[in-house]
């Protein structure tokens, strides 16, 4: 009987994970990939351009614009948050009130988030910049940046900047290169 239920609840995620694509599709690049037990608040809000790959259970809170450029590699257990409480400017009740202070974020071409990162609100990712497991990343990351932390700090710029760029280039894009050879 326990295999039984165990085969439903699979047959169940996989056909919630197949509504949710179609759902984000026109948003979507073909080329990139987003795996099983995303979710994403407002479809309508997220702009995920080629060869991007998202991690298993990622959340995306998309009260705001959420754009994800070119090449970016995002890891499982990702949160990204558009939205926060008004808790700030006239509010009508406490700790916070319904309001909500809406932010875009971007995450620019040819970042590495690696598992269980936190993104807030109003936050741009600079191009090709990598950010540690676990990170909650609360201010704007330059590019080239290798950040960690809670919360995240720049640790230091990538290395071999000509490198990255030499090969931004010759457009050799980990998720493209990885599919078609």
Same mark, same amino acid.
């Given at each position: ?12 995620? /996989? ?41 298993? *259970? ?10 994800? %450029?070119?090449? @970016? ?9 558009? /939205? *926060? ?20 974020? @971007? ?16 936050? *741009? ?6 950010? /540690? ?18 919360? /995240? ?18 457009? *050799?894009?980990?998720?493209?290169? %990885?599919?078609?050879?």
């Amino acid at each position: 009987m326990g295999k039984l239920i165990l085969r439903i609840v699979y047959f169940l995620e /996989a056909l919630l994970y197949k509504i949710r694509l179609k759902e984000i599709q026109p948003y979507v690049d073909k080329t990139s990939q987003i795996k099983q037990g995303f979710k994403v608040s407002h479809p309508k809000n997220i702009k995920i351009e080629s060869y991007v790959y998202i991690g298993p *259970n990622s959340f995306l809170s998309s009260y705001g614009k959420i754009h994800i %450029k070119r090449g @970016t590699i995002i890891g499982p257990n990702i949160i990204i948050h558009t /939205a *926060n409480h008004n808790y700030i400017n006239d509010i009508k009740s406490i700790p916070y009130d319904k309001e909500l202070i809406v932010k875009d974020v @971007t995450i620019e071409e040819n970042v590495w988030i690696g598992d269980s990162v936190i993104i807030l609100p109003g936050i *741009n990712i600079g191009e090709g910049s990598i950010i /540690a497991a676990g990170s909650v990343v609360t201010k704007n990351i330059p590019k080239f940046s290798i950040v960690g932390g809670n919360p /995240a700090k720049v640790i230091k710029e990538r290395p071999n900047i000509d490198d990255y760029l030499k090969n931004k280039m010759e457009d *050799n894009i980990y998720l493209k290169n %990885k599919y078609e050879h």
